[in-house]
């Protein structure tokens, strides 16, 4: 039998095929390589694996710029290989989804060769053209540090087209049927294929109207629920997962009344971990989960500490990003557009109690979380690589060659080098090796979250121990109850948590046993420390 809310209890697992593994030693990582590591995420416990875009691209924007959606790019491998990768997780009990990149092409994909050579050329209305650069003026410019308008000019046809993002990533036209019906089509080639689903990209942007932000227009929407709709017509079971890097208000519009999509990417909460911790304070983390709205009980939330992009600051205020901005990435080479262009172990200072509270955050907190490759074994960045170029260096295998990733001379991108980074010290050879590694630590906490599914329900209470520098919460079902406790700060912290059901608890890492004390328990926690206390009923 098919669970159908599958991805409400899952781990996903963001992987860049071109940074994983290099199975035929040409210096980048294929589908092939990809495949011979299944074991791996099958150890670590992932139910899902997230393919960063694998299409035929020029690879201008990591390969969200698409030349043919329903070719792999052939560096990675065959359509049989990426079959083959399927049944391969799927025999371990691994889901596979790729990205969908509905909003924009490449300025390679043909059918924009086509429409910008001619008027009348039938792709011409796939793409927004206009002849002026002054319509739309409403609507942001995203890619803030590359771009300075959302229209380019075209000569051939002496007009503007329309991108969001790169200029060479001109916007479809979704008020066109016809590219509904092409997107579609794709859709389902993929899902024929045996895909698990989509994550699917910058949503908000499909349709654009005068006087509006252009974003999360009704219109959009509707386009969204016809897909919906679409995919579970055609294979029932499949996972919709939106990017909407946006407020919960307008976010919580993607999951519909469960007809849209099924996840939504929390991005408010994200960079408010790392405040929190900044601060020891855990205000930011409360305010974050005060304003989600409830969700209707088929979704999920899709919670992460970092990506595949810079970590992004959007979805704070202007005095919240200055403090971001100067407290993690004070050299400014390290920001980006609206963010900060790092990964995980170096924000937290390569220190692992921040980095396993980070962990137990998100791995506790209501919503299905996502890992980016390398951040389990507190992989480094290179700042001196373009754009994010620096966050999606070759995965750390070994000590050896190449870090064990190829046996390439020259490899698509550099190993990170700095000594506190390298190879010679984090790689997941190493890591599997010592019991006490991070890896192991990430490992049990998935394995716990499996175990306990109450992590993965929608309830959470905030529990108030009027400790500021503490974040604790209750996660309860009929059958378990777990209170989430943490300590944000770098001191040791005597707290007093309530508790309702009078009971004693036990820590589920450590199995030692806290008593309660006339409904309260009172712990001491060292600093950055965190348990998972379940309640020992009856
Ligand atoms: C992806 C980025 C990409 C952009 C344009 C995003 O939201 O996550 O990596 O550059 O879409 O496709
Ligand atoms: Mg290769």
Redesign the pocket.
Known sequence: MVDQYWYQKSVFYEVSVQAFYDSNGDGVGDLAGLTQKLDYFASLGIDCLWLLPIYESPMR??G?DISDYRKINPVYGSVDQFANLLQEAHNRHIRVIMDL?MN?TSDQHPWFKAAREDRQSPYHDYFVWSETDQKYLDARIIFLDTEISNWTWNEATQEYYWHR?YSH?PDLNYDNPAVIDEMFKIVEYWLEMGIDGFRV??VPYLIERDGTSCENLPETHAILKQLRAFVDREVPGKVLIC?ANQWPKDVVKYLGRGDEFQVAFDFPLMPRIYMAMKKADSAPIRWAMEQLPSIPASCQWGTFLRN??ELTLEMVSEEERQFMWSEYSADRRYRLNLGIRRRLAPLLDNDRRKIELAHSLLFSLPGSPFLYYGDEIGMGDDVTLYDRNGLRTPMQWTSGNNAGFSTAGQLYSRIISQPEYAPSRVNVEAAEKEPGSLWHVIQKMIALRHDHTVFSTHNFTWIDCHEARSAVFRRESENETILAVHNLSDTVLHLEVPVTRAANYVDLFTSRQYNEDESKLLLALEPYQYLWLKALLG
Do not use: L, T
């Open positions: 924007d990591g969200y990149v924009h993002f990533q990209d910058a990017e595949h992009d």
